[in-house]
């Protein structure tokens, strides 16, 4: 019976020692997603910003043309195949593949809708991250304390003029996509690791 005393009594040393000695130590600052999100974007915007590669479909060569972003230069024989040249205001805000500034329309017949080009818009911006999943921890190489969380990159469309906008919403564009942050621990705060 003594030796059970004993041993409960050590026991409870030992679990109030180790509770003083643990509540001692700083725990890891929380990750909010708030704060994953911040410095997600910290990291963004200090990338050199992109432009939006843009595929523009028969609706957008006529949305484009009726915006006087380009018009129709060249028909040739077979009525379906045409040129179109970037208007003044177009070279402003659209910056075709090949430098060039004649959209080269070439699709395989008449009622052929599905053709499409890709411009690239002139209006360079940052990256944008929203949608961030709360962060949970995981395991990184090399890394003691690490989190990870799940985000929409988004293409910033800031100052591209609303009738581009409207072609670059047109089915067949991707202007977001999924992505995942990596976060670690830090010298006592949380530093993004990795973009993947």
Same mark, same amino acid.
């Given at each position: 019976?003594?030796? *059970? $005393?004993?041993?409960? /009594?050590?026991?409870? +040393?030992?679990?109030?020692?180790?509770?003083?000695?643990?509540?001692?130590?700083?725990?890891?600052?929380?990750?909010?997603?708030?704060?994953?999100?911040?410095?997600?974007? *910290?990291?963004?915007?200090?990338?050199?910003?992109?432009? *939006?590669? /843009?595929?523009? @479909?028969?609706?957008?060569? $006529?949305?484009? %043309?009726?915006?006087?972003?380009?018009?129709?230069?060249? /028909?040739?024989?077979?009525?379906?195949?045409?040129?179109?040249?970037?208007?003044?205001?177009?070279?402003?805000?659209?910056?075709?593949? @090949?430098?060039?500034?004649?959209?080269?329309? $070439? &699709?395989?017949?008449?009622?052929?809708?599905?053709? +499409?080009?890709?411009?690239?818009?002139?209006?360079?911006?940052?990256?944008?991250?929203?949608?961030?999943?709360?962060?949970?921890?995981?395991?990184?190489?090399?890394?003691?304390? %690490?989190?990870? *969380?799940?985000?929409?990159?988004?293409?910033?469309? @800031?100052?591209?003029?609303? +009738?581009?906008?409207? /072609?670059?919403?047109? &089915?067949?564009?991707?202007?977001? +996509?999924? $992505?995942? %942050?990596?976060?670690?621990?830090?010298?006592? %705060?949380?530093?993004?690791?990795?973009?993947?």
């Amino acid at each position: 019976m003594k030796n *059970a $005393r004993k041993m409960v /009594i050590f026991g409870a +040393s030992v679990f109030l020692g180790a509770g003083l000695l643990l509540s001692g130590c700083k725990s890891a600052p929380e990750l909010t997603k708030a704060n994953a999100q911040a410095l997600i974007q *910290a990291k963004y915007d200090q990338t050199p910003a992109v432009g *939006a590669n /843009i595929t523009v @479909d028969d609706l957008g060569m $006529r949305q484009g %043309a009726a915006s006087k972003l380009w018009e129709r230069t060249t /028909i040739y024989p077979n009525k379906f195949w045409a040129d179109f040249k970037l208007t003044p205001e177009g070279k402003k805000v659209v910056k075709l593949q @090949d430098g060039s500034d004649t959209i080269k329309w $070439r &699709p395989e017949s008449l009622t052929d809708t599905h053709f +499409s080009v890709i411009v690239a818009s002139v209006a360079a911006n940052h990256l944008k991250a929203h949608d961030v999943a709360d962060p949970q921890d995981e395991v990184l190489p090399g890394v003691s304390t %690490a989190k990870g *969380a799940s985000f929409t990159e988004a293409v910033n469309l @800031d100052g591209v003029p609303d +009738s581009l906008q409207q /072609i670059a919403h047109n &089915p067949g564009n991707k202007l977001s +996509s999924k $992505r995942q %942050a990596d976060f670690s621990l830090e010298n006592g %705060a949380w530093v993004l690791h990795s973009i993947e």
